[in-house]
Structure formats: structure tokens, C-alpha cells
């Protein structure tokens, strides 16, 4: 019996997702064929399922992706000695993401398959809910530190941050002149004022 590369499969499991991601950016995915993916990632159906046995296990693969991406990346952030310029840091991250015509075309398309299928939507939600967890956590620990007004609710604040992030990729869906890459004085100039002590 052959032995499976586990870095090999993983890296081909890898370049099937980044076919996935582009195909369904411009076509969405209902509108996406698996034979489309085989081509843009360059393999045959066969090779294609062997790795995925549908294209709904491609699109949980994403979701799921992303929700590790942004556990490290917070991992990171607490390890700063600002915790509100981490913070900062992350938002300017996500209007970098938003700038990105793929990665803003994804995620919306993620979050509308959300409302249409309960096993993603399940998923997307698990992942909000991580996300505003360590968003809390953020502000909770950079409030002991003096760097977030303690007078802010961790849970009330990550949820209304969370609400800004929700919402930036939404305007990008109704206001064609919205450029997420030229807000970021604008953005750091609204989380000072909501976030930081007063003086």
C-alpha cells in the first residue's frame, strides 16, 4: 500500500482550494462547475475528488481555513506590548483583505451560502463567534493595561467591531466608489474616539 506525503497532500489540497476560491470569486458557488475548478487548478475530476468528495467539502475546507488564519493571527496580536495599536494593526488587515477583489467577492458569497445552507452556516457562525471571543479578550487585556477605555464592555465592544468588519465588506456590495484600502485614517480615527481613555 503506497504511503501518503502528508506535506504532498496537503499542498495539492492547497492548490485545489486556490482554484476554488478564484472560480467561485468570479462566478460564485452555484455558478461554479467542479469541471471549472479541474481547470483552473490544472487536474483531472478523478485527481479533483480524491482530495474532495463534493464541492460543498472545497467550500467547508474555506471556511475553515479562515477560521485558523485568524485564531494564529490573534495569537499574534496579544504578544504586542499596544494591544490598541494591535488592534489597529487587525482592522487595517481587514481593509486590506476588503481592498482585494477576490478575497471581498468570497466572502461575500460565503455569507450569503450561509443563509442558504445550515452546515456552512453552522460553520461561519462558529467562526464569528471565535472571532468576537478573542476580539473581547483583546480588549479586556489592553483595558487592564490602560490602553482601552475600562469603562467598554469586552463582549458589547467585539460585537459592534465585529458589526464594522460585517459592515465594510457590505458596502463594498452596494457603493461601487467605497475603497476600503483609502479608509484606514478615517477607521483609526473612529476606534480612537470609541475605544481609547480620555484624557
Request: with cysteine; proline share 6%; net charge negative.
Amino acid at each position: 500500500m503506497r504511503k501518503v506525503d502528508p506535506e504532498k497532500h496537503a499542498a495539492r489540497r492547497q492548490v485545489i482550494v486556490d482554484a476554488a476560491i478564484a472560480c467561485f470569486a468570479r462566478k460564485g458557488f452555484h455558478g461554479t462547475s467542479t469541471a471549472e475548478i479541474c481547470a483552473e487548478a490544472g487536474m483531472s475530476p478523478g485527481n479533483l475528488f480524491h482530495y474532495f468528495p463534493t464541492k460543498h467539502a472545497i467550500i467547508t475546507a474555506i471556511v475553515e481555513e479562515e477560521r485558523q488564519e485568524t485564531a494564529e493571527f490573534f495569537r499574534e496580536l496579544h504578544e504586542s506590548p499596544d494591544l490598541f495599536a494591535a488592534l489597529l494593526g487587525f482592522m487595517d488587515v481587514v481593509l486590506g483583505l476588503a481592498a482585494d477583489p477576490v478575497y471581498s467577492s468570497l466572502a461575500l458569497e460565503i455569507a450569503a451560502e450561509a443563509m442558504r445552507d445550515e452546515h456552512i452556516g453552522e460553520l461561519v457562525a462558529a467562526n464569528d463567534a471565535e472571532l468576537r471571543a478573542a476580539l473581547s479578550a483583546l480588549i479586556k487585556a489592553a483595558s487592564g493595561r490602560g490602553q482601552i477605555d475600562a469603562a467598554i464592555d469586552p463582549e458589547a465592544g467585539a460585537r459592534w467591531i465585529a458589526a464594522i468588519i460585517d459592515g465594510i465588506f457590505g458596502r463594498i456590495a452596494v457603493d461601487p466608489g467605497f475603497k476600503p484600502d483609502q479608509e484606514r485614517p478615517m477607521m483609526h480615527l473612529l476606534l480612537t474616539r470609541f475605544l481609547c481613555p480620555k484624557p
